[in-house]
């Protein structure tokens, strides 16, 4: 059985999950969904997507479209992934779930209640580079002592992955912060303790564009994480896990150790791409009848989590 998708969001990560669903077996994406028509049109055209629209209640609206997929701005996220699992519809929505506690229950709560596959792009879980060292964990042969974090880009205009302009302005606790803090608990176990600063909030954008957090898990590790939206060097996410029997270093979908040794990931799982991955388990599950990694009851401790350092935030 082929199973239907219908993809809001038609921005770049839009097309990063179009790129990996090509590679999926039995899945096809019938509908797309953007802001603006004639984009949307082009990018219909290219993956040869028979319907577009605007409106994703209209795309809700078909009988054939068994799951959704969204990749819209952060603050039409829970709304959105309500909708969806109220038309009886599977939902995957892009991290963060939701930039309030309150709507990242409101939307398990719904999960609950329907019994369908929710899930939240919390790709960090799913790229080659983590999930070595999470089966190293696993098997008991590595244990996290320090994860030291650095989460940089260069965001003083409003403009997205591939540099055009952005609709909506982006968020470092609320986005940045949830991949460090929920991957944190993956691998080092429930989180007991977290603090936060941060720096001179942007006059134009209304968000601080540095920031400070640190984690402590149940287990004793701790955690640091660096963000800013200030970086004018190379960008993206740093990871560097210190444990008992070894040093890693991921960048993305490698991995290397403390000496920059490259390590071998490429059998890790049956491909190299985190977001393909990601979605060959959202398919999976809904095959399998069963929760999938990510999920929406999973992940919600992070927004616990980043609720409560938002809270401090706002105290000082």
């Given at each position: 059985m082929t199973i239907k998708v219908?993809?809001?969001?038609?921005?770049?990560?839009?097309?990063?999950?179009?790129?990996?669903?090509?590679?999926?077996?039995?899945?096809?994406?019938?509908?797309?969904i953007g802001r603006e028509l004639d984009k949307t049109?082009?990018?219909?055209?290219?993956?040869?997507i028979g319907h577009i629209t605007t409106d994703l209640n209209e795309a809700l609206a078909l009988p054939e479209v068994d799951a959704?997929?969204?990749?819209?701005?952060?603050?039409?996220?829970?709304?959105?992934?309500?909708?969806?699992?109220?038309?009886?519809?599977?939902?995957?929505?892009?991290i963060p779930l939701a930039d309030s506690l309150a709507d990242a229950e409101a939307v398990a709560a719904?999960?609950?209640?329907?019994?369908?596959?929710?899930?939240v792009g919390h790709t960090r879980r799913f790229n080659p580079s983590h999930q070595?060292?999470?089966?190293?964990?696993?098997?008991?042969?590595?244990?996290?002592?320090?994860?030291?974090?650095?989460?940089?880009?260069?965001?003083?205009?409003?403009?997205?992955?591939?540099?055009q302009a952005r609709s909506w302005t982006d968020h470092l606790l609320w986005h940045h912060a949830a991949h460090t803090v929920d991957l944190f608990a993956y691998q080092a176990g429930e989180i007991v303790q977290a603090n936060a600063i941060q720096g001179p909030i942007h006059p134009t954008l209304g968000i601080a564009m540095d920031m400070s957090i640190q984690l402590k898990a149940k287990s004793g590790a701790i955690c640091t994480l660096s963000l800013s939206f200030n970086n004018d060097g190379p960008l993206g996410t740093f990871f560097r896990y210190i444990g008992d029997t070894a040093t890693y270093i991921a960048r993305y979908d490698d991995l290397v150790n403390g000496?920059?040794?490259?390590?071998?990931?490429?059998?890790v799982d049956v491909s190299m791409n985190g977001i393909e991955l990601q979605d060959r388990?959202?398919?999976?599950?809904?095959?399998?009848?069963?929760?999938p990694n990510s999920s929406v009851t999973q992940v919600l401790p992070c927004y616990r989590v980043l609720h409560a350092l938002e809270q401090q935030l706002n105290s000082h």
């Open positions: 219908a993809l809001a969001g038609a921005g770049a990560f839009g097309i990063k999950h179009l790129d990996g669903i090509k590679n999926i077996p039995d899945v096809e994406v019938v509908s797309v049109q082009e990018v219909a055209q290219k993956y040869g959704v997929i969204l990749c819209t701005p952060t603050q039409m996220h829970a709304a959105q992934a309500q909708a969806a699992l109220k038309a009886g519809k599977h939902v995957q929505v892009e719904l999960q609950q209640q329907t019994g369908l596959v929710a899930m070595y060292v999470h089966k190293k964990i696993a098997a008991g042969e590595f244990n996290v002592q320090q994860m030291d974090v650095q989460t940089y880009f260069f965001r003083r205009t409003n403009t997205n992955a591939l540099g000496k920059e040794e490259a390590i071998d990931v490429s059998k388990e959202f398919f999976a599950a809904i095959r399998e009848g069963r929760e």
